[in-house]
């Protein structure tokens, strides 16, 4: 049974962040299993502007369209516009079932009559009330949510999570914790995030030489963890650096920058600045050990299901992580990661020694992590959400 799909997504398309290449693959896979997917979406503000599947390095697919809202302004004119924009197309371009991780659109889209739109399918991503009260901590320059700001964003969770057809989190954590906060969902299950896979992956047993490399890729935040990843490198001199992500001039670039001449390892330290899609995979095949130091954030902690440790895994090389509750649920200490006490500089440091000292560990956990990757294919994910998506359809 094919179903016709619209996603919608209020971000500029396309968008080089984690959002934006969640969405496409998801969107595509999806449509290379033979459903109809429109992907509602704002115009690109490069100009040229930029074609999203060579973008992302995917082929085009007959059953994709890509439809984009030609729309300039301040922020806030722009979020009402892409609002009309949705409901509209809810309205008025017959879809089977709606998708979305945009808890604002899924609760407006809520107020419409059932009987005039389609059925909805919420994908969580994390609880947006503690994303608003920590934001001073996750974004430089992040300013903390007001108790007003709160109390609506809470009012929209328990009305998408009670009222919406269809539900999906990326972690069993945040489910437990919607479940607790809001009663339970029958319905509503947990699809981890993906990675796209190549059909001629092969695993390579790790081997270095005097300097191995370690190696992180993702955004620069404060709460990815990279300051700790430096610090953590003044304990091993022996070890090249290298850090994916950033664009030039970035205030949390530049920080990172003058924190490793500080240090006095900045000779030892690469930042190699952001780097497409397509090529992210073939930077981690140069790396020795993958590095994912996420700091020990309330929203960090519960939520992050981050594409790159999904990346990590395909990669096959040894990871050294944060234990975080929601890493532990991919990710297990010795079986196929070492995982270190977050904004811990000196444990970072003790992780890496760990898998450095100890090739057959390393050894070991990467082949492990190599093999998991394949639960983790966005065509496997694909899988599931066409699971729920036609019990939606077929209810309806």
Same mark, same amino acid.
Request: aromatic residues 8%; positive net charge; hydrophobic residues 40%.
């Given at each position: 049974?094919?179903?016709?799909?619209? %996603?919608?997504?209020?971000?500029?398309?396309?968008?080089?962040?984690?959002?934006?290449?969640?969405?496409?693959?998801?969107?595509?896979?999806?449509?290379?299993?033979?459903?109809?997917?429109?992907? &509602?979406?704002?115009?690109?503000?490069?100009?040229?502007?930029?074609?999203?599947?060579?973008?992302?390095g995917l082929k085009a697919l007959s059953t994709l369209t890509i439809d984009r809202l030609r729309v300039v302004g301040p922020p806030t004119f722009r979020r009402a516009l892409y609002f009309a924009?949705?409901?509209?197309?809810?309205?008025?371009?017959?879809?089977?079932?709606?998708?979305?991780?945009?808890?604002?659109?899924?609760?407006?889209?809520?107020?419409?009559?059932?009987?005039?739109?389609?059925?909805?399918?919420?994908?969580?991503?994390? #609880?947006?009330?503690?994303?608003?009260?920590?934001?001073?901590?996750?974004?430089?320059?992040?300013?903390?949510?007001?108790?007003?700001? !709160?109390? +609506?964003?809470?009012?929209?969770?328990?009305?998408?999570? !009670?009222?919406?057809?269809?539900?999906?989190?990326?972690?069993?954590?945040?489910?437990?914790?919607?479940? /607790?906060?809001?009663?339970?969902?029958?319905?509503?299950?947990?699809?981890?995030?993906?990675?796209?896979?190549?059909?001629?992956?092969?695993?390579?047993?790790?081997?270095?030489?005097?300097?191995?490399?370690?190696? %992180?890729?993702?955004?620069? %935040?404060?709460?990815?963890?990279?300051?700790?990843?430096?610090?953590?490198?003044?304990?091993?001199?022996?070890?090249?650096?290298?850090?994916?992500?950033?664009?030039?001039?970035?205030?949390?670039?530049?920080?990172?920058?003058?924190?490793?001449?500080?240090?006095?390892?900045?000779?030892?330290?690469?930042?190699?600045?952001?780097? &497409?899609?397509?090529?992210?995979? /073939?930077?981690?095949?140069?790396?020795?050990?993958?590095?994912?130091?996420?700091?020990?954030?309330?929203?960090?902690?519960? %939520?992050? &299901?981050?594409?790159?440790? #999904?990346?990590?895994?395909a990669a096959g090389k040894p990871i050294v992580a944060s234990d975080l509750q929601a890493t532990r649920e991919v990710l297990e200490d010795g079986r196929n990661a070492v995982l270190v006490t977050?904004?811990?500089?000196?444990?970072?440091?003790?992780?890496?020694?760990?898998?450095?000292?100890?090739?057959?560990?390393?050894? +070991?956990?990467?082949? !492990?992590?190599?093999?998991?990757?394949?639960?983790?294919?966005?065509?496997?994910?694909?899988?599931?959400?066409?699971?729920?998506?036609?019990?939606?359809? +077929? &209810?309806?």
């Amino acid at each position: 049974m094919t179903v016709r799909i619209r %996603y919608f997504s209020d971000i500029r398309f396309p968008l080089e962040r984690a959002n934006g290449v969640q969405t496409m693959e998801t969107c595509h896979a999806l449509a290379a299993r033979g459903h109809q997917v429109f992907l &509602s979406v704002r115009s690109d503000t490069a100009r040229p502007s930029r074609d999203p599947l060579n973008f992302y390095g995917l082929k085009a697919l007959s059953t994709l369209t890509i439809d984009r809202l030609r729309v300039v302004g301040p922020p806030t004119f722009r979020r009402a516009l892409y609002f009309a924009f949705a409901v509209e197309r809810s309205l008025c371009h017959r879809s089977d079932v709606i998708l979305t991780r945009d808890l604002g659109v899924a609760s407006l889209l809520l107020n419409l009559p059932r009987w005039l739109r389609p059925p909805i399918v919420f994908e969580s991503h994390g #609880f947006a009330p503690v994303f608003a009260e920590t934001m001073d901590e996750l974004v430089s320059g992040g300013r903390r949510a007001r108790p007003t700001q !709160k109390d +609506r964003l809470f009012l929209r969770e328990e009305r998408v999570w !009670k009222l919406a057809e269809g539900y999906v989190t990326t972690t069993r954590t945040l489910a437990s914790e919607l479940e /607790t906060r809001f009663g339970r969902r029958d319905d509503a299950i947990t699809i981890p995030n993906g990675v796209r896979l190549s059909s001629n992956r092969r695993f390579t047993p790790p081997s270095w030489l005097e300097s191995p490399v370690v190696l %992180y890729a993702g955004h620069l %935040y404060p709460w990815k963890g990279v300051e700790v990843l430096l610090r953590a490198v003044v304990r091993l001199p022996k070890v090249r650096t290298v850090i994916v992500g950033g664009h030039p001039g970035e205030g949390d670039l530049l920080r990172l920058q003058d924190l490793a001449r500080s240090l006095g390892i900045g000779d030892r330290v690469d930042f190699v600045g952001m780097i &497409s899609v397509a090529d992210v995979q /073939t930077r981690l095949g140069t790396a020795d050990v993958l590095v994912l130091p996420t700091t020990s954030t309330e929203s960090a902690d519960r %939520y992050t &299901s981050p594409l790159k440790l #999904f990346e990590y895994l395909a990669a096959g090389k040894p990871i050294v992580a944060s234990d975080l509750q929601a890493t532990r649920e991919v990710l297990e200490d010795g079986r196929n990661a070492v995982l270190v006490t977050p904004s811990d500089a000196d444990a970072l440091a003790d992780g890496i020694n760990r898998v450095v000292d100890d090739l057959s560990l390393a050894t +070991r956990i990467a082949e !492990k992590s190599f093999q998991d990757a394949n639960g983790f294919a966005w065509e496997n994910r694909a899988e599931r959400l066409e699971h729920l998506l036609k019990a939606v359809q +077929r &209810s309806d």
